[in-house]
């Protein structure tokens, strides 16, 4: 095997073509750099030199040894900077989960804003990842960062809270309650609903049967969709109304449907940027510091 000293050594005499000023120019005295290529010819058993009293040539074998050894200083070097950049957050991977439309438009703001000043980082994205799994996720380490929701911080997690949101109604836009500046859950009770499909972890479509239910009256469940925007299309063509969060609303805003605050008791639905508080990764030290401009704290 060649030692990076030992291919320095070889450069320097490859290109000084004079074992005096190829010692000078390591800073290392002549008789051990001889010794030094002595002991490289010995390794790969040839003559890389044709040395007499007055001057120093390259052997066939020298000559093709240059390129394969500048590369050799080059990939040596390119490891070097990768190893430090990585020790100092400049690259490395972050897996990032979320779920939501308000969400995504959260993730891709942070997202674009890392690409921009820190291209060193690549994100792993995934949505449609809930709170429970979430947050399962950041202490398996199948995560590095999350949007996820939470009624009491769990240990071992560090969140900052990103976006305050509370529920409406998505109607549409010539519905009979949309010129309403807030309704009652009451109002809905003949509506055809739209909902998300069932999930565990999926607060929304448990926060509609639940509201429904303290009305009085069981929804009727016209339609499960897999998402916001196939939710907000269907509630514009008229198939039935759907309960949301306001932030949901604002983000998937479908021409031809409204949004109408729910006159009802309710604390805010807060959202979290959350990861491990012992994480070991320079590199989401660098993105947690920059979501601290991109998504500032809320409430």
């Known amino acids: 095997m060649m030692e990076i000293q030992q291919v320095r050594a070889f450069l320097a005499v490859a290109e000084e073509l004079h074992f005096g000023r190829a010692a000078e120019r390591l800073g290392v005295l002549q008789p051990p750099l001889s010794r030094t290529i002595r002991a490289l010819e010995d390794d790969l058993g040839v003559t890389l030199f044709q040395?007499?009293?007055?001057?120093?040539?390259?052997?066939?074998?020298?000559?093709?040894?240059?390129?394969?050894?500048?590369k050799m200083l080059e990939y040596q070097s390119l490891a070097v900077d990768s190893v430090q950049r990585a020790a100092t957050g400049e690259t490395?991977?972050?897996?990032?989960?979320?779920?939501?439309?308000?969400?995504?438009?959260?993730?891709?703001?942070?997202?674009?804003?890392?690409?921009?000043l820190n291209p060193g980082i690549v994100f792993s994205l995934e949505s449609n990842v809930f709170a429970e799994e979430g947050l399962a996720r950041l202490?398996?380490?199948?995560?590095?960062?999350?949007?996820?929701?939470?009624?009491?911080q769990p240990p071992g997690m560090t969140g900052r809270p990103v976006m305050i949101e509370?529920?409406?109604?998505?109607?549409?836009?010539d519905?009979?309650?949309?010129?309403?500046?807030?309704?009652r859950v009451e109002d809905l009770a003949d509506e055809d609903f739209i909902t998300l499909p069932e999930h565990p972890s999926s607060t929304l479509r448990e926060n509609t049967l639940k509201l429904c239910r303290e009305a009085g009256f069981s929804p009727r469940l016209a339609q499960a969709a897999p998402d916001s925007q196939t939710i907000g299309a269907l509630v514009a063509s008229g198939l039935g109304v759907s309960i949301t969060f306001d932030s949901v609303s604002a983000n998937t805003r479908e021409a031809g449907t409204v949004a109408v605050p729910l006159d009802i008791p309710q604390d805010p639905?807060?959202?979290?940027?959350?990861?491990?508080?012992?994480h070991g990764k320079p590199s989401l030290d660098a993105v947690l510091a920059l979501a601290e401009e991109v998504l500032p704290t809320v409430g």
Do not use: M
Not at 139 to 152: E, N, S
Not at 166 to 173: I, N, S, T, V
């Open 51 to 70: 040395r007499t009293t007055r001057n120093v040539k390259l052997s066939p074998a020298g000559e093709a040894l240059i390129e394969p050894a500048r």
């Open 92 to 116: 490395g991977r972050i897996s990032f989960g979320f779920a939501r439309s308000s969400s995504r438009t959260l993730a891709a703001g942070l997202v674009t804003a890392s690409r921009r």
């Open 139 to 152: 202490v398996d380490g199948t995560l590095d960062l999350a949007l996820v929701r939470w009624d009491r």
């Open 166 to 173: 509370r529920l409406c109604a998505a109607l549409p836009e």
């Open 175 to 183: 519905h009979r309650l949309a010129v309403r500046s807030s309704i």
């Open 269 to 278: 639905s807060t959202l979290y940027l959350a990861h491990l508080s012992d």
